[in-house]
């Protein structure tokens, strides 16, 4: 293992070719199943992390809250816009401004049954003192409990470093 670990936060693009070696029929269907569109879907979730500060050896708390709007555009594709508010438990920084992060972000997300799985990219605009840049990244993946609940684990990103992991719960309505 090496840090940073640069093998998973880049884009790839691919391009590929097929060819049949035998021809085929996709029969006719007779009805057409059009997916219903969900009503606009938002969810307030509130997370939890641990993290080691290699700089003082203690493990620091994060603490957030995220509000986020899904708007479904396909039967298994949708757009999501929300918000982040984030604190760290710092033991080395003396204003707690300096501990609290700030920022909206956009981002897609496909449904896989009651499975989410989301990737934003967000903008700070309050940004805690150890953040290396104003541009981040989430992925998350989640599950809808019942009809109001969703759990889940995202993995926060600054440029090409994985910052943490936090765990989620929350409300959907």
Do not use: C
Not at 96 to 117: L, S
């Amino acid at each position: 293992m090496k840090q940073p670990n640069l093998g998973i936060n880049y884009t790839a693009y691919g391009l590929g070719v097929e060819y049949l070696l035998d021809k085929y029929k996709v029969k006719p269907i007779n009805t057409v199943n059009i997916y219903r569109k969900k009503v606009k879907r938002m969810a307030l979730l509130l997370g939890y992390s641990q993290k080691k500060d290699t700089l003082v050896t203690k493990t620091e708390n994060i603490f957030s809250i995220m509000i986020n709007k899904s708007f479904q555009i396909s039967r298994t594709t949708g757009l999501t816009l929300g918000g982040l508010l984030e604190y760290q438990d710092a033991k080395n920084v003396e204003n707690v401004k300096y501990q609290i992060g700030i920022g909206p972000y956009i981002g897609n997300e496909f449904f896989i049954g009651n499975v989410r799985f989301g990737q934003q990219l967000g903008i700070y605009v309050l940004r805690r003192k150890k953040v290396p840049n104003l541009l981040f990244q989430n992925y998350y993946l989640r599950y809808l409990l019942k009809e109001h609940w969703v759990i889940g684990a995202d993995l926060k990103v600054h440029g090409i470093e994985a910052d943490y992991i936090l765990v989620q719960l929350g409300v959907v309505f």
